[in-house]
């Protein structure tokens, strides 16, 4: 008889997890990393910081697919022509990225399921607020202290992904509306051009840390979730917008919110 780790680790109990993962992040134009790391840590059993590890690996697997997926919608002519929203948010998100991983690893083990809880809540806001958000041109900032304010919005930004091990496209893509004016369609393309770097670095500055092991000895479960991931961000993407955000937002913020109890709970 298989032991109850084995079963809940079963091929098909990862896939259709990463499936159903997935399609939450679809329904909302997102990779729905937020919603694997509870699972990683509550279903599958995986201590706080492999999870945050192993969520980084396929949060990885998911942007680069999704990256070139959306070029139909959005040409890489339009990301490449705004490369200067670009280089300003990852010259702040690559040293959080950096700095948030480190932290990470000199957490111990409680103290890192209390800050996973408190983020969790945090992408919950976001998600709520976030989406509401509309393009129009940018009056608070411009010029230098444009400059500024991306930069110090990219570091927050690299640290929370770094911790959560996500991509940050919650945070990523109302900062680019709201502080560059730009229209929601081209945020969700340059939020992946920002978070692929970002995410390089903070899995660089993990692979420095003992905990990195997790990626060798769960291949097969990482290539079984991320490819479930990524068939169910296909779902959520030819759903979308069949779902009233209305009231899927604060359900899936609802979701976010009873995952980072259950988190704080675990540890």
């Known amino acids: 008889m298989l032991s109850k780790s084995c079963e809940v680790r079963s091929p098909f109990t990862v896939f259709t997890s990463g499936a159903a993962i997935g399609t939450l992040g679809g329904l909302i134009g997102l990779g729905g990393a937020e919603f ?3 699972l990683l ?3 599958f059993g995986f201590g706080a910081l492999e999870a945050v590890v192993l969520n980084k690996a396929m949060s990885l697997i998911v942007v680069a697919a999704a990256l070139p ?4 919608a959005v040409p890489f002519s339009s990301v490449l022509s705004h490369w200067d929203v670009v280089l300003t948010l990852l010259s702040g998100s690559l040293a959080g990225a950096w700095f948030g991983a480190g932290w990470a690893t000199r957490l111990r083990s409680q103290t890192l399921y ?4 408190v983020l969790l809540v945090v992408i919950a806001a976001a998600l709520l607020w976030g989406h509401g958000v509309q393009s129009g041109e940018s009056a608070a900032f411009d010029g230098l202290s444009l400059v500024l304010a991306g930069s110090f919005a990219g570091v927050g930004i690299g640290i929370v992904a770094a911790v959560l091990g996500v991509a940050g496209g919650e ?3 109302p900062t680019i509306v709201l502080l560059f004016g730009l229209d929601l369609k081209l945020a969700g393309s340059l939020s992946l051009a920002v978070s692929l770097p970002t995410m390089v670095t903070s899995f660089t500055r993990y692979s420095q840390d003992r905990s990195f092991a997790v990626i060798g000895t769960q291949r097969r479960f990482i290539a079984v979730m991320a490819l479930g991931s990524l068939v169910g961000a296909w779902l959520g993407g030819l759903l979308l917008g069949l779902v009233p955000t209305g009231w899927l937002l604060p359900l899936l913020a609802a979701i976010l919110v009873v995952s980072a109890v259950k988190v704080w709970r675990h540890g």
């Open 69 to 72: 997926l959306r070029t139909g």
């Open 41 to 43: 840590i509550g279903l």
């Open 114 to 117: 209390r800050v996973i809880t």
């Open 171 to 173: 945070l990523l893509i």
């Open 36 to 38: 694997r790391l509870p």
